[in-house]
């Protein structure tokens, strides 16, 4: 810790008009030098950010430590002091973020009230699931010709969102799930029970980018999204992107 008492001397305080020699310069130099150096940690330390997401493996993995997720590990590299992460079902995850309560959203893409910088840590693509014995005919009708009057989208939030879309699928409670693929190719590999009920049943052309949304209420906002961006480019032009996209079996090519 430094004091006034490291950069003062005794001697300047109690005699102030004694004549100044030249050591006195050199030791006022050090103790400025002290000072400043003591005081530069202050400056460049920041406080951890603090992020919530949904629990979706490749991506957000809070059940294995030693493979945390894509979003996690890049995180980590990114920013100066590593991160914190809470799983929370999407939702609410969102409205903390907006709140303030958590400075930013892991896996944000297209939503309102949050600041997204202009550098995507990654692409999402997005694929429909059908059954795998069953052929639908009105999700074919639907495939071939959009505007089926027939068909209504569901969203269902909350915990365990994707075992349970599925398990509705399954029964026959909707007729396909439109799911991020990596994710729910993920689940697939983990869950070799679902072999051969469950199919792909089609993409969405292209891939929507994939940011991380900071919360308007952080302090600094813009500086934390410059810090963001800069560090992307530098993983990307490094290709470390890429290799953790490997780890996890994400082409983002």
């Known amino acids: 810790f430094c004091t006034k008492t490291d ?9 102030p008009d004694r004549p100044r020699r030249p050591e006195d310069s050199m030791l006022r130099a ?10 530069a940690p202050l400056l460049s330390l920041a ?45 609410r995850a969102v409205q903390m973020v907006r709140d303030g309560h958590r400075d930013g959203l892991v896996g944000a893409y297209g939503l309102d009230g949050l600041r997204v910088g202009s ?5 999402v693509g997005l ?4 059954q795998g014995y069953v052929n639908n005919p ?24 994707l075992p349970r879309n599925l398990q509705k699928l399954l029964l026959g409670r909707i007729d396909v ?28 052309p ?22 963001l961006d800069e560090g992307l480019r530098q993983l990307r032009r490094e290709g470390t992107l890429k290799v953790l996209g490997e780890r996890y079996r994400l082409s983002f090519e």
């Open 7 to 15: 950069v003062l001397r005794r001697g300047d305080l109690a005699y």
């Open 30 to 39: 050090s103790f400025v030098l002290l000072a400043l150096s003591c005081a």
């Open 47 to 91: 406080e951890p950010l603090r992020f919530a997401g949904d629990d979706g493996c490749p991506y957000l993995c809070p059940g294995t430590p030693q493979r945390p997720g894509y979003l996690v590990e890049a995180l980590s590299q990114v920013l100066r002091e590593p991160p914190h992460f809470d799983s929370l079902p999407w939702p």
């Open 119 to 123: 550098e995507p840590i990654g692409w």
């Open 127 to 130: 694929a429909f699931y059908a």
């Open 138 to 161: 009105r999700f074919e009708a639907w495939r071939s010709q959009a505007g089926d009057d027939d068909l209504h989208l569901q969203v269902l939030g909350g915990e365990r969102v």
């Open 177 to 204: 799930l439109l799911e991020d693929r990596d994710i729910i190719e993920h689940y697939l590999e983990h869950h070799p029970q679902l072999a051969g009920q469950i199919r792909r049943a089609g993409e969405l």
């Open 206 to 227: 292209g891939r929507q980018p994939l940011h991380v949304g900071l919360s308007p209420h952080l302090p600094e906002v813009d500086a934390r999204l410059a810090e």
